[in-house]
């Protein structure tokens, strides 16, 4: 299985709703990464977990806020969110060794819209 | 980490090679060059990374110059399936930063 699996695959809430992005996968990494892509722009870098601890967040507003319940899930909750949040939010793993032969492996992401 | 620049878009004809160039003049000696494509509306997918070596896999080959201040990604037979936006990424060892570059919209064409 070298699937990442997101969820749901679309989203659309209002500002003052609270949801969450889950994201799973099933190869045995331990670092798991969130990245926000705008149209027609490159994907950004959120976050990263490792080994179920945060190592990188990259000074992302506490609006999103990550949480990583086990090596196997990574979620991303949401609250008031701002319409320019809208974006399609992607979830990546890796093995977590951080060396030579370290890839990303990514899911279909969660296209979000924010009304 | 270093920057990378890509030119926005490049056309290609079904069956020739398509050459895809990354700069990333600032790169330092523990960097790897990494490249992912990404089709309209998935999740990016890998292609294929080095470090100096020319590297060769079942879908690509990477040629870094000897400097590392460049790299050619080839498809050596484009096909329809190949159009697509393919990213030149850089990141350090021991690093988790996968910094992603601007990206080149490849269009191959019939």
């Known amino acids: 299985d070298t699937e990442v699996t997101q969820t749901p695959k679309h989203l659309v809430m209002g500002m003052t709703n609270k949801k969450s992005l889950k994201c799973e996968q099933h190869?045995?990494?331990?670092?798991m990464y969130w990245y926000k892509q705008k149209a027609k722009k490159p994907p950004e870098l959120m976050f990263v977990?490792?080994?179920?601890?945060?190592?990188i967040n990259e000074s992302v507003p506490s609006r999103f806020s990550p949480e990583c319940p086990n090596s196997s899930l990574l979620n991303l909750h949401l609250h008031a969110l701002q319409p320019e949040d809208s974006a399609l939010y992607l979830c990546?793993?890796?093995?977590?060794?951080?060396?030579?032969?370290?890839?990303?492996?990514f899911g279909s992401g969660t296209q979000l819209s924010v009304l | 980490d270093a920057k990378t620049t890509q030119p926005p878009s490049m056309d290609c004809a079904e069956g020739r090679a398509a050459n895809l160039p990354c700069n990333h003049s600032t790169i330092s000696g523990n960097e790897y060059v990494y490249w992912y494509r990404q089709i309209h509306s998935q999740g990016p997918q890998y292609i294929i990374h080095g470090l100096k070596n020319n590297e060769t896999n079942e879908m690509a080959s990477l040629i870094i110059t000897e400097d590392r201040k460049s790299s050619t990604l080839i498809l050596p037979h484009a096909t329809l399936r190949d159009t697509a936006v393919y990213y030149c990424?850089?990141?350090?060892?021991?690093?988790?930063?996968?910094?992603f570059g601007p990206g080149t919209r490849l269009s191959v064409l019939p």
């Open positions: 990424i850089v990141r350090v060892d021991y690093g988790q930063n996968f910094v």
């Open positions: 190869m045995g990494h331990r670092a």
């Open positions: 990546a793993s890796s093995q977590g060794g951080r060396g030579l032969n370290e890839k990303l492996f």
């Open positions: 977990y490792s080994y179920e601890k945060l190592s």
